[in-house]
């Protein structure tokens, strides 16, 4: 049995290195080209330069070995791309392998889970969702870390405790994967809320409030979606958020830097230079102002993010005073 991780971004490249503590892993790339820079480099050198990978972890181009019935899959490309991968592992002959999906994100056109849409192309796949207050390079660095890890499969649960979890990253069990991946999604908008106050020059005082009045918003978006409190208020919904508020290193909060001073929207995101889920769960966020939630301040995230507004500081501190 080995690990193979299909995706070799930051959060790719972190885990091959958190689960090579224990397995040999296979680093899957877009392409040969990369895959041999990384081997040669001995290291991620684009995604997390000036970390070594273990020799345990084999960088190679996606589907380049075989895929055996006892290898679990980890799904660690940006969500948009889950359901041309499922496809992909279909056509490889993939049917009741495990995967573990690492993404962040819905299918922003329907509300689609990760979940629901291996479910649609892989049935008999046995799933689960990996979340929780994870920063990528901190796990690559080795620092210690929970995560949560959700399935509707019990004694898979205990499987992947059993295969993955190591002396750093420990798991927490949870059997609502939607409601996880849901939070995983909408939490980006709130930690860009921190990084635009981040931008503007204010500091803890600011970043305590958005945190809370976001935090109190995000359970209203949650439970109208039917994830519940336990859920919100866990290491995925609420330890996230807080994580990624206040990590420098969250492309969420780099983002909503670069908005405050001064790039326009498709230059902060070239500058973060990956994908920003944040950002995409806006669009969707405003697909539901027809219901006339209460969520003023996620309001006015996606309102600077697409509107183009001018004065950033005033429609912030505006939003805020109101709260």
């Known amino acids: 049995m080995k690990i193979i991780i299909l995706g070799a971004g930051n959060w790719g490249t972190a885990l091959a290195i958190c689960f090579s503590e224990r397995k040999n892993v296979r680093l899957w790339t877009i392409n040969k080209e990369e895959a041999d820079k990384i081997n040669k480099a001995g290291m991620n050198e684009t995604f997390l330069p000036g970390i070594n990978l273990p020799a345990s972890i084999t960088a190679e181009e996606k589907y380049a070995s075989p895929i055996e019935e006892d290898d679990i899959i980890i799904l660690a490309v940006p969500s948009r791309k889950i359901e041309n991968v499922a496809l992909e592992l279909k056509e490889k002959g993939v049917k009741n392998n495990i995967l573990v999906n690492v993404s962040k994100g819905v299918k922003h056109s329907s509300l689609k889970t990760i979940h629901e849409i291996i479910r649609e192309v892989l049935p008999e796949a046995r799933f689960a ?78 970043f305590g409030l958005i945190m809370t009045y976001g935090l109190r918003e995000f359970n209203i978006v949650m439970n109208f979606l039917g994830v519940s409190t336990d859920t919100v208020y866990g290491i995925a919904g609420m330890g996230d958020l807080i994580t990624t508020c206040l ?42 102002a027809k219901f006339n939630l209460s969520i003023p301040l996620i309001s006015c995230i996606t309102e600077i993010i697409f509107d183009d507004i001018d004065d950033i500081r005033a429609k912030l501190t505006s939003t805020l005073d109101k709260l």
């Open 129 to 206: 969702n990996l979340s929780g207050p994870t920063i990528a390079r901190e796990i690559a660095e080795g620092l210690p870390a929970k995560a949560i890890i959700a399935s509707s499969d019990v004694s898979l649960l205990f499987y992947l405790q059993e295969h993955l979890q190591n002396s750093l990253l420990k798991f927490e069990f949870s059997r609502d994967v939607d409601g996880i991946e849901l939070c995983a999604s909408l939490k980006g908008l709130i930690a860009i809320a921190v990084g635009l106050a981040d931008g503007l020059g204010y500091k803890t005082n600011i």
């Open 247 to 288: 990590s420098e290193n969250s492309r969420n909060r780099s983002f909503g830097r670069y908005l405050a001073q001064g790039m326009s929207r498709d230059e902060a995101l070239a500058e973060v230079g990956m994908v920003v889920e944040g950002v995409s769960m806006a669009k969707t966020i405003q697909k539901l």
